[in-house]
């Protein structure tokens, strides 16, 4: 693990056309993204203590920036909706995390009574809720079963990506693309 120095910091939060303040810790003020812009948000702000904790965490903020640049929203809408319904494991998790947004009520009743965009639609909640029943009692799904989820799953991207990791997410769609493609975007 690589210790970096206050100049080193500095140099880099330069180098990201940020600004630092030291004192009591340390506070980064970065730039405002185009993201950030177009949602009438200011730059993002790092408060640390440690100097190398400041530093990765603005590493990752590059990171993520690069790569929200370079990959497109429906990239990441097919590869979300492609692990959804090729994976079991995906699916499983979506499955669970999906069945999470759903209200008490909605659990017991196994039917969708919120129309908020969050949790199971109405015409999956009877089914999707008893496979996610099933599967956190007995941890075990049928082949059949995992068919029919891997089918579903994939309408539930958007909640699926809201609640991801977004930075591990843009690196796994990355990884994902073809390798000409990967080339490309790293000129």
């Known amino acids: 693990m690589n210790t970096h120095t206050l100049d080193e910091l500095k140099r880099f939060v330069d180098r990201c056309h940020g600004r630092m303040v030291t004192g009591e810790g340390i506070e980064i003020y970065l730039p405002t993204t185009r993201n950030q812009q177009r949602k009438g948000l200011s730059g993002d ?3 640390e203590e440690n100097v190398q904790v400041a530093f ?3 590493a990752n903020w590059e990171e993520l920036n690069q790569l929200r640049d370079i990959i497109k929203k429906a990239d990441v809408k097919a590869f979300v909706q492609k692990q959804l319904s090729e994976k079991d494991s995906w699916a499983i998790k979506a499955l669970q995390l999906i069945y999470s947004y759903q209200t008490a009520t909605e659990k017991q009743t196994e039917h969708t009574s919120i129309k908020n965009c969050i949790g199971f639609s109405g015409s999956d909640a009877e089914l999707l809720t008893s496979f996610a029943k099933q599967f956190d009692t007995k941890k075990w799904l049928s ?5 029919i989820i891997k089918k579903r799953m994939k309408k539930y991207w958007k909640q699926i990506i809201d609640a991801s990791d977004e930075l591990k997410l843009l690196r796994q769609v990355k990884a994902s693309l073809p390798q000409s493609i990967q080339i490309r975007l790293e000129v």
């Open 143 to 147: 082949n059949k079963q995992l068919t």
């Open 45 to 47: 702000i790092i408060r």
């Open 56 to 58: 990765d965490k603005l």
